[in-house]
C-alpha cells in the first residue's frame, strides 16, 4: 500500500528513489568500513599472536618444566590461548603457504626453534567472512559458545610435544551490529530529511496541479502563488500567464456571442413588425416562422452564453434525489420518463447546472427516443448516470459531432421536434465543468444510452 501512495506522485517517486539510493549508499558503506576495520583488528591480532607465541617459546626454553603450565595460564587470555599439547593444532586444510608474510614473520622470530606451522581461518578474508555472517551471524557470544579459531600457530617442543597458539574469535557484543545501529539511525534520519525536503521542495506543485484540475473544470480560479524552487516557479508562472489569457479569451468569447445575440433582437422584432403588414398571407407566415427560428437561435445562443458566464457555488447534495426530481417533473410535463430505484449518493455539484443537465439529455431522448430510462450507478470514484431511450440512436461517426453546438442529426433527428442543437452541448459543458464527461453507446436492437460520469473527488 505505501509503494502504490508513493507511486501515485512525484514527490513520491523522488522519495522513493532517494531512499532507495541512499539505503544502498549507507548499507555498502557501513559493511565495507566495518569489514576492512574488522580485517585491520585481526590483522594486527594475528601479528600479535605470532609475536606473543615466540615470545612463550623462548619463555618455555628458559623456565623449569614444572612452571609451564602456570606461565602457559597466566599469558592465556580471552583472545589468546596457549597450550602445549602432543599434537599441532594447525588444520591442514587452512596450512599458511610459505611465502604469507605472517609465516615469515613467524620465520624470522622463532628461528632456531624448532619446526612450526600456522593456519589462517577462511573467515579472516573479506568475500568468506560476508558469507559465513549471512549463513550464520554472530549476534550474542558467551564463553560456552563455539568460538571459531581465526589463527593458529604450533611449534614444535623436543620432548613435550606442540606448543599451541590459538587467536579465537571475540567473545563481547559484536562490533558489526553496533555499526548497524548506528548506521540504521542515520538512515532513519536521512530519511525523514528527504521527505521533509522533498514535500517542502514539491508543495509548490500540489498547489499548482489543484489549481490546473480547476481551471480545465471551468471552475474560476485564482493566480497561484509564486514560490519553491527556481523550475517550479518558473512552471507556475507559466500557468498564471496562460490562465490570465484563456481566462480573458473565454470571457471576450462569451460576451461577444452574448452582445451579438441580444442586439439581434432590435431587428428581429422590426422584421416582425413589418413582416405583419405583408397582405400575402403565404408569404407572412413563411416570413414569421423564419422569424420565429432566428428568434428561438438567439435565445438559445443567449442562454448558452449565460451557462458559459455563470458561476454557481457548488454544495453537496443528494443525486438521487435530484434525479427522482426530474424525471417526476418531466414526466407531469407529458414525456415517458421511468427512473429505477436509486440509493441516497451524495454528492458535490452546482445543482442548478446539474439539473439543467439531466433535462436536457432526458428530454432528448423522449423527443427523439420515444422515451427515457434513467438509472444511476457507482462504479469505483466515479458516478454513472446512465440515460437510454427506443429511438434509432445515433451513428458512430457522429458521436462527436452531435456535441458541437447548432449540430442536429437530420437522418435521425426531426426538426420539428423542438430544439435548435445546443442541448447535448449544454450537458457535455455542464459535465466538463463538474470534472467529467458524457459518452454514447448504441443499444441491440435498438435505442441509444447515454452515459454521464462524474468523479466522487
Request: proline share 5%.
Amino acid at each position: 500500500m505505501m509503494i502504490r501512495q508513493l507511486q501515485k506522485s512525484l514527490s513520491g517517486r523522488v522519495i522513493g528513489l532517494l531512499i532507495l539510493v541512499f539505503g544502498l549508499v549507507n548499507a555498502v558503506t557501513v559493511y565495507i568500513y566495518y569489514e576492512e576495520r574488522g580485517r585491520a583488528v585481526r590483522w594486527t591480532h594475528m601479528e600479535d599472536l605470532v609475536t606473543r607465541s615466540a615470545s612463550v617459546q623462548r619463555l618455555l626454553n628458559d623456565t623449569p618444566a614444572e612452571l609451564h603450565a602456570q606461565i602457559l595460564e597466566s599469558v592465556s587470555t580471552d583472545l589468546f590461548r596457549f597450550a602445549i599439547q602432543p599434537l599441532p593444532a594447525v588444520t591442514e586444510e587452512n596450512l599458511t603457504e610459505q611465502d604469507h608474510p605472517l609465516y615469515q614473520n613467524l620465520i624470522n622470530k622463532t628461528d632456531g626453534m624448532g619446526p612450526i606451522s600456522l593456519s589462517i581461518s577462511p573467515r579472516y578474508y573479506w568475500c568468506y567472512s560476508w558469507i559465513q555472517n549471512l549463513l550464520n551471524p554472530q549476534l550474542f557470544l558467551n564463553q560456552s559458545d563455539n568460538r571459531r579459531p581465526l589463527a593458529i600457530v604450533s611449534i614444535r617442543r623436543d620432548q613435550e610435544g606442540w606448543l599451541n597458539g590459538t587467536l579465537m574469535s571475540s567473545s563481547v557484543f559484536p562490533g558489526w551490529l553496533a555499526a548497524v545501529l548506528v548506521a540504521l539511525g542515520l538512515f532513519v534520519f536521512t530519511v525523514v530529511a528527504i521527505v521533509l525536503i522533498v514535500r517542502y521542495a514539491t508543495r509548490s506543485l500540489d498547489v499548482l496541479i489543484e489549481a490546473s484540475d480547476q481551471l480545465g473544470r471551468g471552475e474560476t480560479v485564482g493566480p497561484v502563488p509564486d514560490e519553491g524552487p527556481e523550475d517550479v516557479r518558473r512552471t507556475i508562472y507559466a500557468f498564471n500567464r496562460m490562465r490570465e489569457r484563456i481566462e480573458r479569451f473565454v470571457k471576450n468569447r462569451t460576451l461577444m456571442l452574448a452582445a451579438i445575440s441580444h442586439d439581434l433582437r432590435t431587428p428581429l422584432t422590426s422584421l416582425r413588425l413589418q413582416a405583419e403588414f405583408i397582405d400575402d398571407l403565404p408569404t407572412r407566415q413563411r416570413m414569421l416562422r423564419t422569424l420565429d427560428d432566428m428568434q428561438e437561435m438567439t435565445e438559445a445562443t443567449l442562454a448558452f452564453t449565460r451557462e458559459d458566464i455563470a458561476c454557481e457555488d457548488k454544495r453537496c447534495i443528494d443525486i438521487a434525489a435530484l434525479i427522482e426530481s426530474q424525471c417526476d417533473d418531466l414526466s407531469e410535463m407529458g414525456l415517458n420518463v421511468s427512473c429505477d430505484e436509486l440509493q441516497r449518493t451524495p454528492y458535490n455539484c452546482s445543482p442548478g447546472a446539474m439539473k439543467r443537465a439531466l433535462a436536457n439529455l432526458i428530454e432528448n431522448a423522449c423527443h427523439y427516443g420515444e422515451s427515457a430510462r434513467v438509472s444511476l450507478t457507482q462504479l469505483g470514484d466515479e458516478l454513472h448516470i446512465t440515460v437510454k431511450d427506443q429511438g434509432p440512436g445515433i451513428p458512430e461517426a457522429d458521436w462527436n459531432r452531435v456535441f458541437d453546438p447548432f449540430v442536429r442529426l437530420e437522418n435521425s433527428r426531426n426538426r420539428h421536434t423542438g430544439g435548435i442543437g445546443l442541448g447535448m452541448a449544454i450537458a457535455r459543458t455542464i459535465a466538463h465543468a463538474h470534472g467529467g464527461d458524457i459518452a454514447l453507446r448504441n443499444l441491440e436492437p435498438k435505442g441509444l444510452e447515454v452515459k454521464l460520469s462524474l468523479p466522487l473527488n
